[in-house]
């Protein structure tokens, strides 16, 4: 910052930058465009003669001046929007270290401009020399090739005209007519061009010594310059159209591996959910209410839904928030553990509970006053717990009336879970819409009878095929759990596999 408060800027690119957005769109574009013409001829000129480039430099940025006060008016007019430009921004910004720049950049351009006109090139003069050229040699030259010739210097003319809507390709014209006839001289040593019709009219005109034909000659040579710019562009331009459709199809082949790669998931998934299909209750779960396979797959699809769907936008989201992919993942497989150890804790309380005052309901206990109930000797033989067939039924209760718990489950889980912040709104969203979903689909699997489990890998096991895909790399050592593997029980089956992410060898 300056005295005045102003903050300080270096450069004239550092000035577009800080306040090209506070100004008109075209004031913009024809300030930036006088820039970049102006910076072609600084580096023209250092290139074909630095010693002078870096002295004009040293010499205005070393001369202690007050600008722009202290500007020529040719300085100012010469590049006008620049100069507007330069000024409405130096109302907001310091610009002691730019006004320096911007005249050296002038002084280099009325440099160039000077040397052009004391060269007096034949590419300078203005007029039609070619067709000039074509009507004086009627006489003496077959009909045949003078009007290929002619269709010829159409054509150049078309390109000329196209060229000069390309601002990059003038700019490029601009600089290679400062080498001035010299540069169409040696454009026109090129062989490939010697049998052109047009080449030959205006040599033959040239040794005829015919009037202009000289300048004809030179300004044939910038018309195939001007055509050879077009066409290099134009190639480069087919060449970034091959590499976007190489860059499309490899793309659509990646799509295809993950495709098959993701069918083969669908398909072993299928192949588990059949095996859970054919599961039977073993001798000590045959008082469990095992899940029929429909239930099965409902809450194996929820439980890959929040994968493929929330933790897959959050997961894009959170890009901005932590750019280490690992760090992403673990804060991510973390929340979902926080909320399936949320949801068993409150699963089993709840029916813990739901036992206690089914118990004290059918035993009067909770509508007696305590003090009137005349104490009884408790037979050790006739206990007042509920039955193991009591207890499967109340299960069944509490999966019937699921949406009358959900609700509380929500709000408790958001209430003790705080350990995330942003300023971001829709990572925030993403991120609720997130926990959500967890939580939801959680507490439905902790309240199924045998309640569903999750298993996650430590860092370091060796890779189970059985319970988990390969996140990306290949490998069989784990580096971090992606998505947990989903269990029917105390490992009765294998509900959906999860996603592991491998160390890289």
Request: hydrophobic content about 35%.
């Amino acid at each position: 910052m300056d005295a005045h408060g102003q903050k300080k800027l270096l450069s004239i690119a550092d000035v577009f930058k800080a306040f090209g957005k506070k100004v008109d769109g075209n004031h913009y574009q024809k300030a930036h465009k006088q820039y970049r013409t102006l910076s072609d001829h600084a580096r023209y000129l250092a290139k074909s003669d630095k010693q002078t480039h870096d002295a004009l430099k040293s010499y205005y940025e070393e001369n202690e001046q007050i600008y722009p006060a202290c500007l020529s008016d040719d300085q100012k007019q010469i590049c006008l929007p620049l100069y507007d430009f330069l000024c409405s921004a130096g109302t907001v910004f310091d610009l002691t270290n730019v006004w320096p720049t911007y005249v050296f950049l002038v002084e280099v351009y009325n440099r160039q401009r000077t040397i052009l006109r004391k060269n007096d090139s034949h590419l300078n003069k203005s007029g039609d020399y070619i067709s000039n050229i074509l009507q004086c040699m009627k006489t003496g030259m077959e009909e045949e090739i003078l009007k290929t010739a002619n269709t010829e210097y159409l054509n150049l003319l078309g390109d000329e005209r196209q060229m000069k809507r390309n601002p990059d390709l003038a700019r490029e014209k601009e600089l290679w007519v400062l080498n001035g006839d010299v540069a169409a001289q040696k454009f026109l040593d090129n062989i490939e061009y010697m049998d052109r019709a047009l080449y030959r009219t205006i040599k033959e005109a040239v040794l005829r010594n015919v009037e202009g034909s000289q300048i004809a000659w030179c300004q044939y040579g910038s018309l195939l310059h001007s055509s050879e710019l077009l066409k290099r562009d134009e190639q480069q331009m087919a060449r970034r159209s091959e590499k976007g459709i190489t860059d499309l199809q490899e793309q659509c082949e990646e799509l295809e591996r993950q495709n098959a790669i993701k069918s083969r998931e669908i398909e072993e998934l299928s192949k588990r959910l059949c095996e859970v299909d054919k599961l039977k209750v073993t001798e000590n779960s045959s008082n469990a209410d095992v899940n029929d396979s429909d239930e099965v797959n409902d809450i194996g699809k929820k439980f890959s839904d929040v994968y493929n769907n929330e933790w897959a936008k959050l997961f894009d989201s959170l890009k901005s928030e932590i750019e280490d992919e690992t760090a992403r993942i673990e804060k991510l497989c973390g929340c979902l553990l926080m909320a399936f150890k949320f949801c068993k804790e409150e699963s089993e309380k709840q029916m813990n509970n739901l036992q206690v005052a089914t118990t004290n309901v059918l035993s009067f206990r909770s509508t007696q006053n305590e003090e009137n109930v005349v104490p009884e000797v408790e037979d050790k033989n006739n206990s007042v717990a509920l039955s193991q067939e009591a207890c499967v039924h109340l299960q069944k209760l509490r999966k019937m009336c699921f949406s009358l718990s959900l609700p509380k489950v929500r709000q408790m889980f958001r209430e003790s879970y705080t350990s995330f912040t942003t300023t971001n709104e829709a990572i925030l969203r993403d991120f609720e819409s997130y926990l959500i979903r967890c939580v939801e689909t959680c507490w439905y699997m902790c309240i199924q009878d045998p309640p569903l489990n999750i298993n996650i890998p430590e860092k370091g096991d060796t890779v189970d095929e059985k319970l988990f895909n390969l996140y990306k790399s290949e490998g069989d050592i784990v580096d971090v759990c992606v998505w947990p593997a989903l269990l029917l029980g105390d490992n009765i089956g294998i509900v959906c596999k999860g996603q592991v992410l491998t160390k890289i060898n």
